[in-house]
């Protein structure tokens, strides 16, 4: 079936905000490779958040009897699932600055078995979960869980859409390589989210999609992104 559409938005996440009363009057097709609303609301944010929160309660709740106060939770103990991180570098939040990162490291070894200069060298199957060896500074280690989260990063999807065929540019990283309006480098082809910007948060694809917003509605006469920059007093 071929059918011819003046917006067609590949992608249901943040993309999925573009289709305002102001394009009324626009035929626009919305492809989904799996469900309404990305990353962020099926799987991302907002659920990590509910878990995050949910634990967080329970933890309070535990530890209430520190400050001379009768909580108690019923499932709160289900909550203390032991948690293991495993890194390679010297602290946690390596690109942060040194006060964040060494405060923040500090506050996880409280809370979690934090392994910092450790290399994954063997992943195995042990007693039903899962044994990973460890090369560290101290000799090697061996970490055994029911599970194993394997956080080392997200790459952008454009291989799987395989843009390359529209003649869309990528960077080494695979991101589409958009100018600061979100156009590509192929006229009528625009890219917002993580598929394009190095970020990767929810606040950046927002925003960008309000200016793609702005900028398909106003050919001609485009907005541009602000640069990102600190400004300090002093
Ligand atoms: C665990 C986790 C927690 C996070 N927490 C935060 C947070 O607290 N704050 C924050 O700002 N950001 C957070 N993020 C990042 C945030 O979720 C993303 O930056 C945001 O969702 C990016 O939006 P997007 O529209 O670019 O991509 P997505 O929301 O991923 O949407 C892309 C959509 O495209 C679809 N798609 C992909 N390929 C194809 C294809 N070939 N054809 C058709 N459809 C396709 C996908 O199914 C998906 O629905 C988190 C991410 C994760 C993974």
């Known amino acids: 079936m071929t059918a011819t559409y003046d917006l067609v938005i590949v992608g249901a996440g943040s993309g999925n905000m573009l289709p305002g009363e102001e394009f009324s009057g626009w035929r626009i097709a919305v492809a989904e490779a799996e469900r309404f609303g990305g990353t962020c609301l099926n799987r991302g944010c907002i659920p990590s958040k509910m878990l995050v929160y949910t634990a967080d309660v329970a933890r309070i709740a535990q530890q209430a009897g520190r400050f001379g106060l009768d909580v108690t939770w019923a499932g709160a103990e289900s909550l203390g699932t032991r948690v293991t991180i495993v890194t390679r570098g010297t602290h946690l939040l390596s690109q942060h600055d040194t006060d964040i990162r060494d405060r923040f490291t500090q506050e996880y070894r409280q809370r979690f078995d934090v392994r910092l200069g450790a290399t994954p060298e063997r992943v195995s199957a042990a007693g ?17 869980a029911e599970v194993l989260l394997v956080a080392t990063g997200r790459i952008p ?26 156009a590509t480098n192929v006229p009528g082809i625009w890219a917002l989210g993580d598929l394009a910007n190095h970020y990767q948060l929810k606040h950046m694809a927002n925003a960008e999609e309000r200016l793609v917003s702005y900028n398909l509605l106003h050919p001609g006469q485009p907005r541009h992104a602000a640069p990102a920059r600190a400004v300090t007093r002093g």
């Open 128 to 144: 039903g979960g899962v044994r990973l060896d460890l090369a560290t500074p101290a000799g090697p280690q061996q970490v055994e």
């Open 157 to 182: 999807n454009s291989d799987r859409l395989d843009v390359a065929a529209t003649g869309v540019e990528t960077d080494s990283h695979g991101h589409v390589r958009t100018d600061d309006t979100y």
